[in-house]
């Protein structure tokens, strides 16, 4: 038989599963990975980094935790093994070439979706060529592709860098400037001497940047203390009960989703969210008040101006390191909001203060360009300003997966979750079912209007966040769209309460 050639692009968590859910459908995929591991972004961090999502909610649905692994957030280590023992366990490091960088695809032949009836009886219009450099030799080659999946990721690899007038940028500054994912790559011995009897600035307040904030400050006590210079507040959580709820009951079961508007919502639904919007404002302020409760954010003027609800509708929440008060309360580690900042030559200066932060090293702990990353990936202007026509642009993708005019192509893991991993393993399985056949696109109008809809909500929910793509606190009907797709019931519970109030989960899904 005429085996069409699947070809995934990365092998990180999205990537993986993308590979296992092909083989499991009979297909014979290449994973191209650029790194000589896998994992991703879990193949290397910092050293204190551990899952900030609840370990139930980020596993396979075929492959739980193994009950050795017994914290409820576990380590990088853990995950990494844990990612590796399901590796082996389908079999997938055959499938996977390492050290082999993708330095851009291209489609030759018209780009259409109409005809799509799956991959082994779509009579294709063309071929994506993908051309692949070797990282060893620098050789490169082009492998030709009846379906392209980029499982490319988005936190990595292409820094967000802020940028400065001419004079006033890292040019000017004597000492050191690196962004966090180049902290990051080092090992942890080298990251600890790095920064010991350093002046460091930390800039981002989000969880990388408040990871290394915590590092700094371990290894160089109040002596040498870290500066956290930043724009914004955002809503931080200390634990995921407020007031011994858990938040999973508040923000992720189908009750806390009918105070939502949806995407395309019939009139029902719509008239229910409205009536149900006090509620929701109620959750999100006794969420705040239980935060506030727990943590001095008016006494280090740190309380965020959106509401909780808004932050995490535009995946804007970061878990909290243990201690991180109190190393303020000591000293060892400062706060400096400020709208912008620049360099001089012997630190930061902050705008609204006269007084400069003297520094030996600057961390942009400022996060990624996910959308850059994965404009760089098509050789076309064509394609890359279909995928976004600038990098603050939403990438538009039906079902957050499929773009309606680049066809033969998926993308998996670029809009965020509550976990990742739930929300790309549950994309390719959907995904194989459109290779297979079984799941029907409706017309590219209609798959426009879907976007536009999520677009209007993502504006609704999330602000000025709407293009960070982010389906937090929405999941579960997302999940419903997908399920009906394919076919499957999408309530996944025993009963009309159990269905109604539990939240949902990987395990949830593991039948089809
Ligand atoms: C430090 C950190 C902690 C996180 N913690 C959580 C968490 O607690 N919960 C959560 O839900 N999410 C978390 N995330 C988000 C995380 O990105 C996802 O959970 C998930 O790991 C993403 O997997 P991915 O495979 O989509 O992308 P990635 O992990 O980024 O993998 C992409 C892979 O593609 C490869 N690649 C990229 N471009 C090319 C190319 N051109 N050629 C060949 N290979 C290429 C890369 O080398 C990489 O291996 C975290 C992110 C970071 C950075
Ligand atoms: N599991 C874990 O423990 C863990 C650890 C690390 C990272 N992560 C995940 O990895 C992803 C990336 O995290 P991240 O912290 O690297 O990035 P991020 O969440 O995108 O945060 C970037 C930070 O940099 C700031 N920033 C951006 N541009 C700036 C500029 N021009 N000037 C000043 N400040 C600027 C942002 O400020 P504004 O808010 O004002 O825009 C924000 O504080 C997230 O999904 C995160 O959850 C998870």
């Not at 596993?59 to 853990?78: G, K, L, R, Y």
């Not at 001095?296 to 309380?303: G, H, M, R, S």
């Not at 670029?414 to 929300?423: A, M, W």
């Amino acid at each position: 038989m005429d085996q069409k050639k699947v070809v995934i692009i990365g092998a990180g968590i999205s990537g993986l599963v993308a590979c296992k859910y092909c083989i499991s459908k009979g297909l014979n995929p290449i994973v191209f990975e650029s790194q000589s591991d896998i994992g991703g972004v879990w193949a290397k961090t910092i050293k204190t980094t551990r899952l900030q999502t609840f370990k139930g909610m980020y596993q396979f649905a075929d492959f739980p935790w193994p009950s050795s692994v017994t914290q409820d957030f576990p380590t990088q280590n853990e995950l990494l093994t844990y990612l590796r023992s399901y590796a082996d366990h389908f079999d997938l490091l055959k499938h996977i070439q390492f050290g082999s960088n993708v330095k851009g695809i291209d489609y030759q032949g018209p780009s259409s979706w109409s005809n799509w009836n799956g991959i082994m009886k779509t009579v294709p219009n063309g071929k994506w060529k993908v051309t692949v450099e070797s990282v060893q030799t620098h050789s490169t080659m082009v492998q030709e592709a009846d379906f392209v999946i980029l499982c490319v990721g988005r936190f990595k690899d292409v820094p967000n860098i802020p940028e400065f007038a001419p004079g006033t940028g890292p040019e000017v500054f004597r000492g050191k400037v690196v962004h966090s994912m180049d902290y990051a790559a080092m090992d942890d011995g080298k990251a600890e001497e790095f920064v010991k009897g350093k002046r460091v600035v930390v800039v981002g307040f989000q969880k990388q940047g408040l990871d290394i904030a915590m590092e700094c400050s371990s290894v160089n006590g109040t002596e040498y203390p870290c500066t956290v210079v930043y724009r914004n507040d955002r809503w931080k959580v200390a634990d995921f009960s407020p007031w011994g709820i858990p938040l999973t009951y508040l923000y992720f079961n189908r009750f806390s989703e009918l105070m939502v508007h949806k995407p395309g919502e019939g009139l029902l639904l719509a008239l229910l969210a409205t009536i149900l919007s006090p509620l929701r404002w109620g959750i999100s302020k006794l969420v705040e008040a239980h935060v506030k409760r727990k943590l001095p954010l008016a006494k280090f003027n740190a309380v965020p101006e959106r509401s909780f609800a808004k932050d995490l509708r535009s995946c804007l929440i970061a878990a909290l390191p243990e201690d991180f008060f109190n190393r303020l309360e000591t000293g060892s580690i400062i706060l400096k909001k400020s709208p912008s900042f620049s360099f001089y030559n012997d630190g930061i200066l902050i705008h609204g203060q006269t007084k400069p932060i003297e520094a030996d090293i600057v961390i942009l702990a400022t996060g990624f360009k996910g959308t850059q990353k994965l404009k760089n990936v098509f050789t076309s202007q064509h394609f890359s300003e279909l995928i976004a026509p600038s990098t603050d642009s939403r990438v538009p993708l039906y079902r957050e997966c499929i773009h309606p005019r680049i066809t033969q192509l998926a993308i998996i893991g670029f809009s965020e979750s509550l976990s990742n991993l739930f929300t790309s393993e549950i994309r390719c399985r959907w995904l194989v079912e459109l290779l297979e056949g079984n799941v029907k696109l409706p017309s590219v109008e209609e798959m426009d209007k879907d976007i536009l809809n999520w677009g209007d909500y993502m504006k609704e929910s999330s602000g000025e966040y709407y293009q960070r793509s982010c389906l937090m606190g929405l999941d579960i009907w997302y999940n419903d769209q997908l399920c009906k797709d394919m076919g499957w019931n999408p309530r996944r519970k025993n009963g009309f309460w159990a269905d109604l109030f539990q939240p949902y989960g990987p395990m949830d899904y593991a039948n089809p």
